[in-house]
Each structure stands twice: as C-alpha cells, then as structure tokens.
T-cell receptor, first 109, second 113 residues
Framework: GQNIDQPTEMTATEGAIVQINCTYQTSGFNGLFWYQQHAGEAPTFLSYNVLDGLEEKGRFSSFLSRSKGYSYLLLKELQMKDSASYLCAVTHLGQNFVFGPGTRLSVLP | EAGVTQFPSHSVIEKGQTVTLRCDPISGHDNLYWYRRVMGKEIKFLLHFVKESKQDESGMPNNRFLAERTGGTYSTLKVQPAELEDSGVYFC???????????FGDGTRLSIL
C-alpha cells in the first residue's frame, strides 16, 4: 500500500507560520492534494501538486518533491479559524485517493 | 453552484438492520466517490463511479455493502445487515475529471448499536 505519514498534532501561535509535512511512497506517484477539515465538517480542498515546486494560494502554499516523496503545506499569518485537521492525500497511477492520518493543528492566541 | 449533499447527516440503527445513505454530487460531475472514516483512523476509499458504472470498488469491505448510481446522478450506499464495525462517518465526493480535486459532502455519521 501507500504509507502516508504526517505529524499527528501541531500547535502554533496566531500570526505565526506553520509547516505541515507529508511523506509518501514514490512509486507510481500521480498527484498530491491537501485538504482542511474542521470537526464535523466536510474536507475542503486547499491545494494540488503534480510537479515539483511551490504552489501558492494566498496564505496557503504547498511544496512537492517527487524524488523525495515529500510535500509540505505552509500556512502563513495564522488565524484562530485555521485550527483544523489538515489531510494529505496522494494518488498513484491506476489507484484512487489514499489519505494520510491528518495533522490536527491548534492555533493559540 | 450547490455542493455535494449527503443524507442523512446522522443515522443510529441497531445491529442487523439495514441503512441506506444517499449522495447527490455536484451537477455535471461524472466521477463520484465513497469514503469512510472510522474513529481514530484515516479516511479510506470505498469505491468510485464514472457516471453509472463502477470504476473501482476495491475498497468495499464486504458484500454487506452495496453501492448504486442508477442514471449516473445521485448514488446510494446500502449496508445490509449492519454490524458494529460499520460505525463511522461515510463521505461522498465528486469531481469532473478523475485525479482532479474532489469536492466532499459533510458526511453521514453512522452509529450501529
């Protein structure tokens, strides 16, 4: 299977920057997605990487290194509402989405 | 545009009973996916429809689970008979193209007593 690893929990302060890492198996890699999920709500799409490099969308950026099987989600100017779980999901050729365990981020005042 | 909608939002049934979950994808999305999240675990893929055809049902746990998408619009997921280990949150998602970002519904929280 495709083992996807993320830190279980992270804590950061309002206004700060936080980086959430995700590692995955590289064989057959097709794309990597980041989702945000507040408790009891639907996962919401944040970012999508297919090629190496950085994708920036406002306060959120996602980086991918295909050779290293590594991605990170960067959140800048943290706000209290950013407290949520952040899910890394990977697609491999011929297979469907595989989700990581998610990282629960707590933003403190 | 309306998002992915799921019904019911919560369902509590007894072991051995039958439950049917419904998902209405975003209009025009040919690809429809079912997922499940058991407490404390990651979201797991169940199956994938392209229009009315099952493209991949490799994630379905066993033959107590039956998914349909007649007409290629909404989909249903029936669990019959329900067992205790079927408890969890069942998510539906849709996308225009496969391997593109999927849009998720709020999920159905299923509790088997």
């Amino acid at each position: 299977g495709q083992n996807i690893d993320q830190p279980t929990e992270m804590t950061a302060t309002e206004g700060a920057i936080v980086q959430i890492n995700c590692t995955y198996q590289t064989s057959g890699f097709n794309g990597l997605f980041w989702y945000q999920q507040h408790a009891g709500e639907a996962p919401t799409f944040l970012s999508y990487n297919v090629l190496d490099g950085l994708e920036e969308k406002g306060r959120f950026s996602s980086f991918l290194s295909r050779s290293k099987g590594y991605s990170y989600l960067l959140l800048k100017e943290l706000q209290m509402k950013d407290s949520a779980s952040y899910l890394c999901a990977v697609t491999h050729l011929g297979q469907n989405f595989v989700f990581g365990p998610g990282t629960r981020l707590s933003v403190l005042p | 545009e309306a998002g992915v909608t799921q019904f019911p939002s919560h369902s509590v049934i007894e072991k051995g009973q039958t439950v049917t979950l419904r998902c209405d994808p975003i209009s025009g999305h040919d690809n429809l996916y079912w997922y499940r999240r058991v407490m404390g675990k990651e979201i797991k893929f169940l199956l994938h429809f392209v229009k009315e055809s099952k493209q991949d049902e490799s994630g379905m746990p066993n033959n107590r689970f039956l998914a349909e998408r007649t007409g290629g619009t909404y989909s249903t997921l029936k669990v019959q008979p329900a067992e205790l280990e079927d408890s969890g949150v069942y998510f539906c998602a849709s996308s225009q193209q496969h391997y593109q970002p999927q849009h998720f519904g709020d999920g159905t929280r299923l509790s088997i007593l």
